[in-house]
């Protein structure tokens, strides 16, 4: 075990498994009483308290499942609207981009009488692509949800800088900013995930048969085809090798995948259940959960870098994901993935699975592996 | 029960009226407080200001803007509220029952949707209501109550305190190895090819990682890794983005990984074959322990409680 991704994954594991137990050092200081434990949730602690505060939570399991408990309590908060951050962009972004756009207007030479079709035509030309048109702010949220694992999206935005319009003179130099303070926002795509688009192009399975369409009491609803195939279609059918699972393996899945049809991130989404908990996985090991029908998702560590291409869950806190290489990866409480070994390095296509036991897993050639013992051994 | 005097010992009373409080300043507080709608008198509101400034202020003696910028940020309705139920008023505590006391509850309900933290939020409700006596003084929860944060958020931390310590209480709690022992047992750790010598190393060296971060660094990692927390909930909590936590456990993790192989290799004395070995022999116990859950009867797998997060 040389990489540091590996090592990571084997850190969080141990600090999981030690911080959940471990009642910490001598805690610093007095317990917090629940007169600052409010005072922290709301926000009015003077900053040397909450220093004084944090270092004794710090090594406080008791205090910290008390801030815990009082965070969960607490009622979700009002969107921000005056963040100084976002206020700031609102205002900041638009005034920066027509100052620009009048500087260059003023610094750049050329015949200013032209007629009005020219105009026109450029305004056309660097018309920013459908994408570039939201506000910069929400794009990167978007592409920091769907693409980063590490960055999980703002679940709520305030204001939105108002509609772009045709008249606005500034509109490709506002455009043009937005593009750059997106690119800011927006953290760099792994690269595994161009060359995952690339693969899954090349490598097209062939189309389901119409017998193969998932129902929710069969393995096969379960079973999750390959990424192309959502993407292209926007349903979720299974495999073919998924298609020939034996029908006699009575699943609990409701799970039903799918992709996001966006040209750029292809991320699979699983769902429970639970209407409520769906996971999503991707390119580079890109595992997030929701817990909320999908509208706030959190990143969690796979462990893995290799491409995850589908999944099952045949109940809230258990999901199977398969992916490139004879990744299997089994939770058994929807947020702590364990790398199952599998006996061949060959990509997985499909999975479906009746419970943290049972799966039934696909490979690109066809095959299918059980197993009935949670990944411990695989039958052909 | 009508009275409204203040229940206070000498010592605090002296101590409470060490904090001067500007006349006008008072006036202008009360009125906002609304506390006559109660029946509060307004030196009776003062002292309580007094005794929030008091214990705020605890060990220091602030100038009198100080004390003006801190009492304008009490939530004063709330903390004449609470002076007027700790006092018995009637209309004060019509307006807690129907305002508030269901606040209690159903943050109970939340803790435990079956019920089973109704029990605290009763015995809450009777502390606040004053069931013990001292010194023939009936004695109400609402005099630790001071105005710091809102009244809600308040009954919330203390439901969240009793629960806490409940469920502390039936349960067994083991702690992190002693430093000490740590750092003599890596001292004295030549390499050694047994498993369960490496798997040792392993987490001892993660133990004085973790003791060497700073003190937000470790108090991120609890909230996620050892309260499951989520990430917009830690968040919450640091005064953070989500994105933000997302990003400080992964530098987190990371430097932890490097001080881990760090003491491995340069107090243990293991080279790269053998820290390699530990990492594998590290993950091989945790993924057994995963599997063991796993493997359960599932009649007798204990599944996590709902999730009530956000």
């Known amino acids: 075990m040389n990489r540091g991704s590996d090592r990571e994954a ?16 001598a805690p610093r200081g007095q317990c917090l009483d629940p007169e600052m434990l409010a005072a922290w949730v709301d926000g009015t602690l003077k900053s040397d308290e909450l220093k004084a505060a944090e270092a004794h939570l710090s090594d406080c399991s008791r205090c910290v499942s008390m801030v815990a408990t009082m965070v969960k309590l607490a009622p979700e908060p009002e969107p921000v609207t005056r963040g100084w951050g976002i206020g700031l962009l609102h205002w900041w972004v638009p005034l920066t981009a027509g100052i620009a756009a009048i500087a260059v207007w003023i610094a750049v030479p050329g015949d200013r009488s032209r007629p009005p079709e020219q105009t026109i035509a450029r305004t056309e030309i660097t018309q920013p692509e459908p994408a570039a048109q939201q506000p910069a702010e929400e794009r990167g949220s978007e592409a920091a949800d769907k693409s980063s694992p590490g960055r999980p999206a703002e679940s709520s935005r305030g204001n939105r800088p108002p509609a772009r319009t045709d008249a606005d003179t500034n509109a490709d130099a506002k455009a043009s900013e937005a593009r750059e303070v997106a690119k800011e926002v927006e953290p760099p795509r792994p690269t595994a995930l161009s060359e995952f688009q690339a693969v899954s192009r090349d490598e097209r399975p062939s189309p389901p048969a119409p017998s193969a369409a998932p129902t929710a009491d069969s393995p096969r609803a379960a079973a999750v085809g390959t990424l192309e195939e959502r993407v292209t279609s926007g349903a979720s059918p299974a495999s073919p090798g998924a298609a020939a699972a034996p029908a006699s393996m009575a699943t609990r899945s409701a799970q039903v995948g799918r992709a996001n049809t966006g040209t750029r991130a292809p991320v699979i989404e699983i769902a429970s259940p639970d209407a409520a908990i769906r996971w999503r996985v991707g390119a580079g090991g890109f595992v997030q959960l929701s817990r909320d029908r999908g509208a706030t998702w959190e990143a969690l560590g796979s462990g893995v870098t290799t491409d995850l291409v589908a999944g099952a869950s045949p109940s809230a806190t258990v999901c199977w994901v398969v992916g490139r290489a004879g990744t299997v990866l089994l ?48 039958t052909r | 029960m009508s009275t409204l005097e203040n229940p206070t010992r000498k010592g605090e009373a002296d101590h409470i009226r060490s904090f001067h409080i500007d006349a006008a300043l008072a006036a202008r507080l009360y009125r906002k407080a609304n506390a006559d709608r109660w029946g509060v008198a307004e030196p009776t509101f003062v002292h309580a200001l007094g005794a929030s400034a008091a214990r705020s202020f605890a060990g220091r003696h602030p100038n009198g803007r100080e004390i003006e910028r801190y009492l304008s940020s009490l939530h004063l309705e709330d903390l004449a509220l609470a002076c007027a139920c700790a006092a018995g008023h009637e209309a004060a505590w019509e307006h807690f029952v129907r305002e508030l006391r269901p606040v209690l509850y159903r943050a109970a309900d939340a803790l ?90 392993v987490r001892l060296a993660l133990v004085r990682a973790v003791a060497a971060l700073g003190a937000r660094d470790r108090l991120r990692l609890r909230c996620y890794y050892a309260e499951d927390l989520t990430l917009a909930e830690s968040g919450r909590l640091l005064r953070e983005h989500e994105a933000t936590v997302s990003r400080h456990l992964a530098r987190t993790r990371r430097e932890i990984r490097d001080e881990v192989e760090r003491q491995l290799r340069n107090e243990v004395g293991l080279n790269d074959v053998q820290v390699s070995r530990c990492f594998e022999l590290a993950a091989a116990d945790a993924g057994s322990l995963d599997l063991e859950r796993m493997l359960e009867d599932p009649g007798q797998r204990k599944e996590p409680e709902p999730d009530r997060s956000t």
């Open chain 1, 10 to 25: 084997v850190v969080e594991r141990l600090l999981r498994q030690s911080l959940a137990r471990a009642g910490g050092a």
């Open chain 1, 331 to 378: 939770t058994t409480d929807g947020r702590n993935w364990q790398r199952l070994t599998f006996p061949e390095p060959i990509d997985l296509t499909a999975v479906g699975a009746t419970d943290a036991r049972t799966a039934t897993v696909t490979t690109a050639d066809g095959r299918r592996f059980t197993t009935a013992n949670g990944g411990l051994t695989w």
């Open chain 2, 112 to 201: 435990q949707p079956g019920g089973a933290a109704r029990d605290l939020a009763d015995g809450i409700y009777g502390d606040l209501y004053g069931l013990t006596e001292s010194g023939g003084e009936r004695l109400s929860l609402f005099r630790y109550y001071h105005g710091r944060s809102s009244l809600a958020t308040w009954l919330r931390a203390v439901l969240s305190q009793r629960h806490v310590d409940r469920l502390r209480s039936g349960r067994r709690l083991e702690s992190l190895a002693d430093e000490d022992l740590v750092a003599t047992t890596l001292a004295a750790s030549p390499p050694d090819p047994d498993e369960n010598h490496y798997r040792k190393l």
